[in-house]
């Protein structure tokens, strides 16, 4: 089945509003007009206003980092889905920086993405195990676990327009990426298995599922050329304008 290749760059905590518009100018002269890949930007909030006007015209989507599943009140620092809906397309859901550091289960993040189905933002859900559950052999039972958790009481509807980010945390900024070979063994074996049994054959089959981890201008197109791999999530070199233009090249050819 063909997919349309996703490529969604996260800033995570990088760029003030001035930097994030100046970097986004640049993504919508390049990648603007670009029909065989969906491109993604996801700056921290504080930037997605002045992301939007950069992007304005374009065909680049805007995404935020998180949310909460909360409707609104008391939850100081927080962002509703409702907030973020009708302006963003895409909404970063479970990053593992913010499982690590910031207590985020497989419970928060299907609350998160219950929440973004409901407000039609098209969640990119990341899975990916540790260091030391690969180590331990445990890969394929922590991202089965991850995804069919996260993604328990999505409408089978909605689903296949879900996003699978698998982001394997060793490989997150280290520098040192998965192989597209193994990527590739966990995207189909272990991420779009539990997809089927979540939501049946047809619709798994549809959904992208994306590789994160150290991708970059150099290493993209190995993960591209997998039958599986429908795209990336990139961190760090999203921030790098030659690197991120290429890398969506190489995800349109
Ligand atoms: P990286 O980050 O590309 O810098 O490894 C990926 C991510 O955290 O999504």
């Known amino acids: 089945m063909k997919r349309i290749p996703v490529l969604a760059g996260n800033w995570k905590m990088n760029k003030t ?36 006007a950069a992007i304005q015209g374009t065909r680049i989507g805007l995404g935020a980092q998180n949310l909460h599943w909360e409707k609104s009140g008391a939850f100081t620092g927080e962002i509703s889905a409702g907030m973020l809906a009708g302006w963003c ?3 970063i859901i479970g990053h593992s920086e913010r499982r690590q550091h910031f207590g985020e289960t ?20 990341c899975v990916g195990e ?15 676990r991850q995804t069919l958790e ?13 996003v699978v980010a698998y982001e394997p945390v060793w490989a997150i900024g280290t520098g040192r990426a ?20 979540l939501f049946g054959s047809e619709t798994a089959e549809a959904i992208r599922i994306l590789y994160g981890g150290s991708v970059t201008a150099a290493n993209a197109a190995e ?26 090249r190489a995800a349109a050819s």
């Open 17 to 52: 509003p001035a930097e994030a518009s100046e970097l986004a100018r640049l993504f919508a002269k390049s990648l603007g007009t670009v029909t065989e890949a969906e491109v993604v930007l996801c700056p921290p909030y504080v930037a997605l206003l002045a992301v939007q």
């Open 89 to 91: 397309s895409h909404v």
């Open 106 to 125: 497989d419970e928060t993040v299907n609350k998160k993405v219950i929440a973004a189905q409901k407000h039609g933002l098209i969640p990119i859900v």
């Open 130 to 144: 540790t260091l030391a559950e690969n180590e331990a052999g445990r890969t394929a039972e922590v991202v089965r």
């Open 150 to 162: 996260g993604l328990k009481g999505v409408d089978a509807g909605f689903a296949s327009q879900i």
């Open 178 to 197: 998965s192989s597209a070979e193994n990527a590739e063994n966990v995207h189909r074996n272990v991420v779009r298995a539990a997809l089927k049994d």
């Open 223 to 248: 993960f591209f050329s997998q039958a599986d791999i429908d795209g990336a999530l990139v961190g760090g070199a999203s921030l790098k304008s030659d690197e991120f233009i290429a890398i969506a």
